[in-house]
Nanobody
């Protein structure tokens, strides 16, 4: 069983920054991949960023150059640094990991960007 707890969301003005964090209840050292997703009101959940165990990253086109995903295996956390935020980044942000075929999600953290 893996528990994921996101934090760091809030209200920010357009152009501002936020840093989200996802804390896992177990060691993430062997997690091949960890993801950040988001879901805006009335829209489907979408993949925002991915980081592998080797540190390779991938981003949705809409956030490239603005968001940075990172992981800290010693602290069992994965973070999402979000800069130059836009109103369209407003959403609930979720952390996700698949472990031995089980799909784990956090409860989400709300990010609201005011224009």
């Amino acid at each position: 069983q893996v528990q994921l707890v996101e934090s760091g969301g809030g209200l920010v003005q357009a152009g501002g920054s936020l840093r989200l964090s996802c804390a896992a209840s177990v060691s993430i050292f062997n997690f091949n991949r960890m993801d950040w997703y988001r879901q805006a009101a009335g829209k489907q959940r979408e993949l925002v960023a991915t980081i592998t165990s080797g540190g390779n990253t991938n981003y949705a086109d809409s956030v490239k150059g603005r968001f940075t995903i990172s992981r800290n295996n010693a602290k069992n956390t994965v973070s999402l640094q979000m800069n130059s935020l836009k109103s369209e980044d407003t959403a609930v942000y979720y952390c996700r990991v698949i472990v031995i075929g089980y799909d784990y999600w956090g409860q989400g953290t709300q990010v609201t960007v005011s224009s």
